[in-house]
C-alpha cells in the first residue's frame, strides 16, 4: 500500500506538538492511531514502524513527546548522549502535560475527515503514555510495548501519575506486549500490572510476552533488535486493531 507522509504543527495547550502523519494514499477514511515515540523521539526507526502500522490501513500520528524546551524538533541519536538528553528531557516533563498534549493529538486525529476510529499505541515511555491515552473514552483500543514505570508509576517528573490507580476508566480494549528479558519491567512488574488490570475489571485483556524478548526488542537499530518477535508483535497490534 502506497503511504503518504506529512508533517504538521497541532496546537498544545502551551505549546506547537511537532507531528509526523502517515496514512495510506487515496480519498478513504480509516482508523486513526496515535502512536507515541520512546525516549528518542521522532527517530527514522519509530517512523519505519509507524509506516508499517500505515500500510495496514491506519493513519499513524506519531507526536513529539518533548515539544517544549531545547529537544522541541530534535530527533535524537541511538547512544549514551542520546539517552541521557532523552532522559532529561521525560524528567522535566509533567504527567499534566504528558496528558495535555494526548488530549491536542487526540482532538487533532478526530476531526480529521480521513479518520473513523481512535486507537493508541506506543514503545517504551510511549507505551505507558498509550496506557493513559486509554484512560480517554474517545479511544477504542489500545496497544502498549512494554510500557515502563507502568508498574509503579514513574512518569518524567512525576514519581506516581497513578496511571494503573485509574485502570478502571479504561473503557476500550487493550494489549500489553512484554519482553521476557526485559529489565525495565521484570517478571515481578509484570504480575504486579497484570493483578492491578485484573483488579479493575480487565479480565479480558490481551497480553503477549515473548521469550528471549528484550526492552526495546522492536526497535529496528542495535543489539537489542529482534526482527522475528518485531514481526509477530506488530501483526498481533494489527490483529487486535481491526478485531480479527
Same mark, same amino acid.
Request: glycine share 12%; charged share 25%; aromatic share 8%.
Given at each position: 500500500?502506497?503511504?503518504?507522509?506529512?508533517?504538521?504543527?497541532?496546537?498544545?495547550?502551551?505549546?506547537?506538538?511537532?507531528?509526523?502523519?502517515?496514512?495510506?494514499?487515496?480519498?478513504?477514511?480509516?482508523?486513526?492511531?496515535?502512536?507515541?515515540?520512546?525516549?528518542?523521539?521522532?527517530?527514522?526507526?519509530?517512523?519505519?514502524? !509507524?509506516? &508499517?502500522? /500505515?500500510?495496514?490501513?491506519? +493513519?499513524?500520528?506519531?507526536?513529539?513527546? =518533548? *515539544?517544549? $524546551?531545547?529537544?522541541? @524538533?530534535?530527533?535524537?541519536?541511538?547512544?549514551?548522549?542520546?539517552?541521557?538528553?532523552?532522559?532529561?528531557?521525560?524528567?522535566?516533563?509533567?504527567?499534566?502535560?504528558?496528558?495535555?498534549?494526548?488530549?491536542?493529538?487526540?482532538?487533532?486525529?478526530?476531526?480529521?475527515?480521513?479518520?473513523?476510529?481512535?486507537?493508541?499505541?506506543?514503545?517504551?515511555?510511549?507505551?505507558?503514555? !498509550?496506557? &493513559?491515552? /486509554?484512560?480517554?473514552?474517545? +479511544?477504542?483500543?489500545?496497544?502498549?510495548? =512494554? *510500557?515502563? $514505570?507502568?508498574?509503579? @508509576?514513574?512518569?518524567?517528573?512525576?514519581?506516581?501519575?497513578?496511571?494503573?490507580?485509574?485502570?478502571?476508566?479504561?473503557?476500550?480494549?487493550?494489549?500489553?506486549?512484554?519482553?521476557?528479558?526485559?529489565?525495565?519491567?521484570?517478571?515481578?512488574?509484570?504480575?504486579?500490572?497484570?493483578?492491578?488490570?485484573?483488579?479493575?475489571?480487565?479480565?479480558?485483556?490481551?497480553?503477549?510476552?515473548?521469550?528471549?524478548?528484550?526492552?526495546?526488542?522492536?526497535?529496528?537499530?542495535?543489539?537489542?533488535?529482534? *526482527?522475528?518477535?518485531?514481526?509477530?508483535?506488530?501483526?498481533?497490534?494489527?490483529?487486535?486493531?481491526?478485531?480479527?
Amino acid at each position: 500500500m502506497k503511504l503518504r507522509e506529512d508533517e504538521v504543527t497541532v496546537a498544545g495547550r502551551d505549546c506547537g506538538i511537532r507531528t509526523a502523519v502517515i496514512r495510506p494514499v487515496g480519498d478513504g477514511a480509516w482508523p486513526g492511531v496515535l502512536l507515541y515515540t520512546d525516549i528518542f523521539q521522532l527517530t527514522e526507526s519509530t517512523l519505519r514502524s !509507524a509506516r &508499517r502500522l /500505515a500500510a495496514e490501513g491506519f +493513519v499513524v500520528g506519531v507526536p513529539e513527546i =518533548y *515539544p517544549r $524546551g531545547e529537544l522541541a @524538533g530534535v530527533a535524537l541519536e541511538f547512544d549514551d548522549a542520546g539517552k541521557q538528553r532523552g532522559l532529561a528531557a521525560a524528567a522535566a516533563t509533567t504527567t499534566e502535560e504528558f496528558d495535555a498534549d494526548r488530549v491536542a493529538v487526540l482532538d487533532h486525529l478526530r476531526q480529521r475527515p480521513d479518520v473513523t476510529a481512535l486507537f493508541a499505541a506506543g514503545f517504551c515511555i510511549g507505551g505507558h503514555l !498509550a496506557f &493513559r491515552a /486509554a484512560l480517554d473514552p474517545r +479511544v477504542e483500543a489500545t496497544v502498549c510495548f =512494554y *510500557p515502563t $514505570g507502568l508498574h509503579n @508509576g514513574a512518569l518524567g517528573a512525576d514519581a506516581d501519575a497513578g496511571s494503573l490507580a485509574a485502570a478502571g476508566d479504561i473503557r476500550g480494549r487493550l494489549m500489553i506486549v512484554f519482553g521476557a528479558q526485559d529489565p525495565h519491567v521484570p517478571a515481578g512488574a509484570r504480575v504486579q500490572i497484570l493483578d492491578a488490570l485484573y483488579a479493575a475489571g480487565h479480565d479480558d485483556l490481551e497480553l503477549h510476552v515473548y521469550a528471549g524478548g528484550e526492552h526495546a526488542f522492536m526497535r529496528d537499530i542495535g543489539a537489542r533488535h529482534d *526482527p522475528v518477535l518485531t514481526d509477530l508483535a506488530l501483526d498481533a497490534a494489527v490483529s487486535f486493531f481491526k478485531g480479527r
